[in-house]
């Protein structure tokens, strides 16, 4: 069976995964210049978090900076976790299973810097389709592969415990308020589909719109970009030819204007 974490190790060996360092926010950095804490997180929790950071960053190639709150943090919508894409930043309170939820969090942050594409073509506006969609799925792959190769059963046995709850809520057979996540947040706060750029990190602005209408802009842009291109390039033609055309019309009859009679 595949698991994401070797499936990265190998990949580190393949051209095409090339550390990007997002402009200064991915920069390769011990665990050490990465993590903050904010209130009290024990020492233990503490080195389990930085030795885990050091496998993942190099695993995945992300070097996210990371505020760790103490465990009595709670945050909107019920995450334990949250990735901010624009500051390569994760904010993450102290946990039970802190190790699968440090894996979940980078991933998103591998997704963003090596498949923004995937990372972006994503919306959802209740907890059955945040739970379901890709990637979701594939951050609590890995954080399950992680764990698996890292050998911490306990977190290997809860994360499966929770897909198969998070399974009956996507098929509407749990609530969501049963795995700890608030329906109304997702109904307040609507993820929606962002466009960008694959050369997104040299300063280009990402664009936010509804799939509707990416959909409608792409079906417009096929029919008409070439009747248009056309079109401007017969009509700058014939303008273009025409300034040439008046301008030696002008010479001429200056010439004859100019020549004695
Ligand atoms: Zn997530």
Known sequence: MSNRFLDAESSYYNTQFIHNDLNGLNIESNSEMKIKVIGHVDTFTLKTI????EIISKNLKVYPTINVYSRDYKFEGGFGGFYYY????INIADHYYIVSMLAHEMRHAYQYIYFPNLFFNTSYSSVREY???DIERDARGYALDYCTIRE???EVRECQKIEQDYELVIQNKMT???VGLDEGYFIKKPYGSTLTTRNYQSNERALNYSEKKVKQNSILNKQLHPFIKATLITCAS???LGFVLLGLFSIIILLAAMVPD
């Open 50 to 53: 930085h030795e885990n950071y």
């Open 86 to 89: 624009d500051k390569n930043h």
């Open 131 to 133: 739970l379901a969609c």
């Open 152 to 154: 911490y059963w306990e």
């Open 176 to 178: 969501a308020s049963t």
């Open 238 to 240: 014939i303008l273009g």
